[in-house]
């Protein structure tokens, strides 16, 4: 275990500092020799919230323990540039190739590089981002939005996830600002960027419905997508369908099943667009699923009041916490990476027979 440089302070009132070294601690326990991050002791993993639990390490210190997280990465990754969906310690679980999780590697290398300016690391890492960004971009469809996954035959499905949509033009930008840190010329990143960011602003049709997910509520404001007047619309229109009023985010509108990661992620959206105030009253809410060793139950059902899963806390629910503290008390250099700054300027590109052109038919944002 490295010796934590920095310690993110409290959120008065809510957490203390020490409460939340000891989520980081908790997350410290859980990483495998190998820098591997699984969801539980023994359980599963996948690159996406391994890379989400290597950021929340990265703020809370522990420097040399994000850096073997992406390591792994680098150790695992494919020939194509794509990790397998879930992974078991040094077994594959699921065959499956999902873009999202591939592409979130640049969002992590972005978030380790604003809070340590250790370059060299990430020009060692850069392969490893760049394979990845080149393999999510074969999957990008003309009308800018990217198919989700690969099935394990390799069949890829034909639509795109608002969600996992949203999150690769987040990883889009973050692989951009790398790749001008090192002087690289990425300029058909931003291409891909410009169009995947107008079919999420303009374009809801031409993803899947997924409605009733609280992602596919708050991601494309997280992402950095929508103008600010369209994320506080998005957002009062969504309220009451996906907040259950003094509990938190319901993970499905359809049930009363409140998940602590999509409260924290939830959480920094609304610091996103300024909504300081609602921020704070929803992350006191979530502590309802902390744990007195630290972590967090990764979700409670209503009227019930039992977790469900059955007494699972998961690492990527902790790392979402972290994360949210960053953003809400503004401490490490990454703080404003979900209120998208030090990030390059996205064009809004309209395929050329998009009405949007005319800036009239299209749907708004």
């Known amino acids: 275990m490295s010796a934590r440089i920095e310690a993110l302070p409290g959120v008065p009132g809510i957490l203390s500092s020490s409460d939340i070294a000891r989520t980081a601690e908790s997350l410290v326990a859980l990483q495998r020799f190998d820098g591997q991050i699984p969801w539980w002791p023994g359980g599963h993993s996948d690159a996406w919230n391994h890379v989400e639990a ?96 690969l099935d394990s035959t390799g069949h890829a499905e034909s639509y795109a996830l608002l969600t996992g949509s949203s999150s690769i033009f987040h990883s889009l930008r973050c692989a951009v600002a790398v790749a001008e840190r090192l002087d690289v010329l990425k300029p058909s990143w931003e291409l891909a960027a410009g169009r995947l960011g107008h079919a999420i602003a303009h374009h809801r049709g031409a993803f899947a419905p997924k409605n009733e997910f609280a992602m596919d509520w708050y991601y494309p404001i997280l992402c950095g997508a929508l103008s600010q007047d369209a994320s506080e619309r998005r957002l009062r229109e969504g309220w009451d369908t996906h907040v259950m009023d003094g509990y938190g985010v319901r993970c499905v509108s359809t049930n009363d099943w409140i998940t602590a990661a999509e409260t924290a992620e939830c959480v920094i959206a609304l610091d996103a667009v300024g909504w300081t105030s609602k921020a704070l009253d929803l992350f006191s809410l979530v502590q309802r699923h902390r744990c007195s060793d630290g972590t967090y139950w990764t979700g409670i059902a209503y009227p019930e009041q039992v977790t469900f899963p059955d007494r699972e806390t998961t690492s990527y629910t902790a790392a979402a916490i972290v994360l949210a503290v960053d953003a809400l008390t503004s401490t490490t250099p990454a703080a404003g990476l979900f209120r998208h700054e030090n990030l390059p300027a996205v064009i809004d590109l309209a395929e050329p027979r998009c009405p949007i052109g005319l800036h009239r038919e299209c749907a708004a944002p």
């Open 54 to 149: 290597a950021m929340a390490l990265t703020v809370t210190g522990y420097h040399a323990e994000a850096r073997r997280a992406f390591k792994w990465l680098e150790q695992t990754q494919l020939g194509d540039g794509s990790w397998f969906n879930y992974y078991v310690g040094a077994a594959v679980k699921d065959t499956r190739l999902d873009t999202n999780v591939c592409a979130y590697v640049a969002a992590g290398l972005y978030h380790y590089l604003l809070v340590t300016d250790d370059v060299d690391f990430v020009v060692q890492m850069w392969p490893v981002l760049e394979r990845a960004m080149e393999f999510v971009l074969r999957w990008q469809l003309a009308d800018g939005t990217v198919r989700w996954s």
